[in-house]
Structure formats: structure tokens, C-alpha cells
């Protein structure tokens, strides 16, 4: 006769609630899994299958009380940790929503926002078209994969435990000037070409001020901002690329 005891019972539930927890955590805070157009089952899903792969592989977990001071301070921890891993990906974003945010507000297009779900707050036409683009070569270096390698990899340098290694956040801080820095980088072909654009407009509105400013500068700035846009598209994917292999990096050093 199989006979089933509170202790084993609990060993079985520890052994997949700590690691679905820092799964969970990466999901929630990771670009395009956690995307609110992906349903909350379907993320479940995917946690749970992707705990069960890795659980196999992970070393011995301590063996806690889940409602005690140690599990839930456990529990806390895997929480953060995966978030953490999350949002070093999610810094790469940030920053070609940044770069895409100041071109279109600098060609004028301030006015051509709409809501984001992704943020919940409102975006430019050219901030959003330039995520959608990240996205697609995020997804041809299979960076869902690598986002997985890296979760699965944290088992191995941070192991399930309280006195093993934490989250640096001061590295994470340190790391998050990389949105403004990689931003201004990949705007400033456009933001060049429109800044040049701009003065020469406020020379020509000096030397015939009967010119309509309002009337032609705004075609112009646009015009020009498309054009450098589409010009220099063939070379903004090795940047980007440099960006997203820099957050995998980093989603590779978030521990202490």
C-alpha cells in the first residue's frame, strides 16, 4: 500500500512553487511574454511547463515550512530574482521606445499618440513601430531562447535558498542609463538631420518672413524625418542586436 505523508506532500509542492515563482516573475517583467495580448492561461502554461523542464536539473532544495518566516521570505526572493531577469531585457525596449519617442516628437508627430497596452500610457506612431521592429529581430536571434537559457541558468549561480546570493540592484540602477545612452544613439541620424532641417527653416522664415512657417515647416520636418528614417533602417539592426546580446549579458550578472 502507497501511503502519502504531509512531509512528502510539502516537499512536492516546495520543489514547484519556489521555481515556478522565479519563472513566473521572468514572464511577468520579460518583453513580449509579458505582453497584455498574451492571456494570463497561457502565461500560466508556459511557467508551469517551463518549471517542469527545469525542475529535473535543479540542485537539492532546502526544505522549509511554506507558510514560514523562511519560506515566504524564499518565496519573496524568487520573486525578485525573476523579475530582476525580466527587466534587463525589458531596459533594451525602453530604449528603442525612448529613441522612437524623441524622433517622432522632433518631427512633429506629437500629436499622432495613441494608448499602449504594453505601457498603459500613451506612445508615438515611430516609438511603436520601432518596438514592433526590436521585436521581430528579438525573435529571429531567438531571444525567447535565450531568456529561457538565462532563467533556467540562474538555478545553477543563484540556487534556490536563503543564504545564497541575491539580486545587485545597484547594478541594475547602473545598467538603466543604458536607456537614455542607447536611445539618444540610435535618434540621433533623425534627430541630426531635423535639428539641421529646423534651422534652416528659421533661416528662410528670416529672410522672407511672409513664408506661412506653420504651413511649410511642419510637411518638411515630417518629410525629412520619414526619409532619413528609411534610409538609415539597414543600418539600425546591428545596433539593436549589440542591445539585445547586452541585455542577455546582463540578465547573465543580476546576482551579487
Not at 514547484?16 to 494570463?40: D, Q
Not at 547594478?171 to 542607447?182: D, L
Not at 513664408?211 to 518629410?223: A, D, Q, R, Y
Amino acid at each position: 500500500m502507497i501511503t502519502v505523508s504531509s512531509d512528502l506532500v510539502q516537499t512536492w509542492i516546495v520543489s514547484l512553487l519556489w521555481p515556478l515563482t522565479r519563472v513566473l516573475g521572468m514572464i511577468a517583467s520579460a518583453p513580449i511574454l509579458s505582453h497584455s495580448a498574451v492571456p494570463n492561461r497561457i502565461k500560466l502554461g508556459l511557467g508551469i511547463m517551463l518549471t517542469l523542464i527545469i525542475i529535473p536539473t535543479l540542485p537539492a532544495i532546502p526544505s522549509f515550512e511554506i507558510f514560514s518566516f523562511k519560506g515566504l521570505l524564499i518565496l519573496a526572493q524568487q520573486l525578485m530574482i525573476g523579475l530582476a531577469i525580466g527587466f534587463c531585457m525589458r531596459l533594451v525596449f525602453s530604449a528603442i521606445e525612448l529613441a522612437g519617442h524623441m524622433i517622432g516628437m522632433t518631427m512633429g508627430l506629437g500629436f499622432a499618440s495613441f494608448f499602449d497596452p504594453q505601457t498603459s500610457g500613451q506612445t508615438t506612431a515611430i516609438s511603436q513601430f520601432l518596438v514592433i521592429l526590436a521585436m521581430l529581430i528579438f525573435l529571429s536571434l531567438n531571444g525567447h531562447l535565450l531568456m529561457v537559457s538565462a532563467i533556467a541558468n540562474s538555478f545553477t549561480s543563484m540556487p534556490i535558498g536563503v543564504e545564497t546570493s541575491s539580486v545587485d540592484y545597484m547594478k541594475i540602477v547602473q545598467w538603466a542609463e543604458m536607456i537614455f545612452t542607447a536611445g539618444m544613439s540610435l535618434a540621433l541620424p533623425v534627430v541630426t538631420a531635423l535639428l539641421i532641417t529646423n534651422m534652416a527653416l528659421g533661416i528662410l522664415t528670416k529672410t522672407a518672413p511672409q513664408l506661412n512657417l506653420f504651413g511649410i515647416g511642419f510637411p518638411i520636418t515630417i518629410s525629412v524625418g520619414f526619409i532619413v528614417l528609411a534610409v538609415s533602417l539597414s543600418s539600425i539592426e546591428k545596433p539593436i542586436e549589440n542591445l539585445i546580446e547586452l541585455g542577455t549579458t546582463h540578465m547573465s550578472q543580476v546576482a551579487k
